[in-house]
């Protein structure tokens, strides 16, 4: 330590030394007593200002959860119905689509009863004509008409 702050500690000493004399004993032994008051009032006190300054940061703390909680409502209703509006456009196109497909089904089914009814009448046409071309063979072997078939058919040429 230098000189001048020894100057001054000495200065204080003697300040707190007059002081003490002029309380005399029992103001020392009243600052005696009243020592763990006043500590136990600066613990107090530094308490209430802790609390206070806990309960105004939690005030800041709920007004910005608060506010976050809000914004992220808001977000979330923004995508629910973004994610509303893309569901039913997909569903209006698998819609659509299954329309599509259940009129190719139906398109389908017209087309095999046409070709059943096509083959139906092929079938019928098929036959008449065998049975035509079989009357028609046994026309040709019986024809006695022909003077050349009946020829044949007596053996004589």
Do not use: F
């Not at 802790?50 to 409502?73: G, P, W």
């Not at 659509?96 to 389908?108: G, P, V």
Request: charged share 25%.
């Amino acid at each position: 330590m230098n000189p001048a702050d020894l100057a001054n500690l000495v200065q204080a000493l003697s300040t707190i030394a007059g002081v003490l004399q002029q309380l005399g004993v029992p103001g020392l032994v009243a600052l005696v007593l009243a020592a763990p008051a006043a500590v136990l009032i600066t613990v107090l006190v530094l308490n209430h200002l802790q609390e206070r300054k806990t309960a105004t940061m939690l005030e800041v703390y709920r007004q910005d959860m608060t506010r976050l909680v809000e914004e992220s409502r808001g977000e979330a209703l923004k995508q629910l119905e973004v994610y509303r509006a893309d569901t039913q456009n997909i569903l209006r196109i698998l819609g659509k689509e299954h329309s599509e497909t259940a009129q190719y089904y139906k398109d389908n089914v017209e087309l095999v009863k046409n070709y059943e009814r096509i083959a139906d009448d092929l079938s019928d046409l098929v036959s008449t004509n065998v049975q035509v071309l079989e009357r028609l063979a046994g026309k040709i072997e019986n024809n006695m008409y022909c003077p050349v078939a009946r020829e044949r058919a007596r053996g004589s040429k």
